[in-house]
C-alpha cells in the first residue's frame, strides 16, 4: 500500500518561506511516475501548483513561477516544494500526489496547511 506524508506546512508572514515535504512509502516511487503538490483554498477548487516526473521533468501554475520549485530525490522516495516570496493568496491546504504512469493511478496525502499572513 502506498502512502504519501506531507510535512512543513506552518504559519509565515508574506514575504517569507516554507519548504514542504513528501514521504513516499515503498518501492512505487521508483517506478516512472509524475508527483505533484496541489493546493485548495477555502471556497476554491483544488488546482495544481506544481509536479515533476521521474526524469526530473518541472511543471509551474503561473502564478508560482520564479517563487515556488519543485524537487526530488528519489534515493529518500520523497519530493520537496520550495516556497519563497510567499503571499497571502498562496494560503491553502496543499496536498501531495504520485500518479504512476503504469497504471494510472493517482495516490494522495493528508494535506498539510500553509498560512500566510499579510
Known amino acids: 500500500q502506498v502512502q504519501l506524508v506531507e510535512s512543513g506546512g506552518g504559519l509565515v508572514q508574506a514575504g517569507g518561506s516554507l519548504r514542504l515535504s513528501c514521504a513516499a512509502s515503498?518501492?512505487?516511487?521508483?517506478?516512472?511516475?509524475?508527483m505533484g503538490w496541489y493546493r485548495q483554498a477555502p471556497g476554491k477548487q483544488r488546482e495544481l501548483v506544481a509536479s515533476?516526473?521521474?526524469?526530473?521533468?518541472?511543471n509551474y501554475e503561473d502564478r508560482v513561477t520564479g517563487r515556488f520549485t519543485i524537487s526530488r530525490d528519489n534515493a529518500r522516495n520523497t519530493v520537496y516544494l520550495q516556497m519563497n516570496s510567499l503571499k497571502p493568496e498562496d494560503t491553502a491546504v496543499y496536498y501531495c500526489?504520485?500518479?504512476?504512469?503504469?497504471?494510472?493511478?493517482?495516490?494522495w496525502g493528508q494535506g498539510t496547511q500553509v498560512t500566510v499572513s499579510s
Open positions: 515533476i516526473t521521474t526524469s526530473g521533468s518541472t
Open positions: 515503498g518501492s512505487i516511487f521508483r517506478s516512472n511516475n509524475r
Open positions: 500526489t504520485l500518479l504512476l504512469f503504469a497504471t494510472s493511478h493517482d495516490y
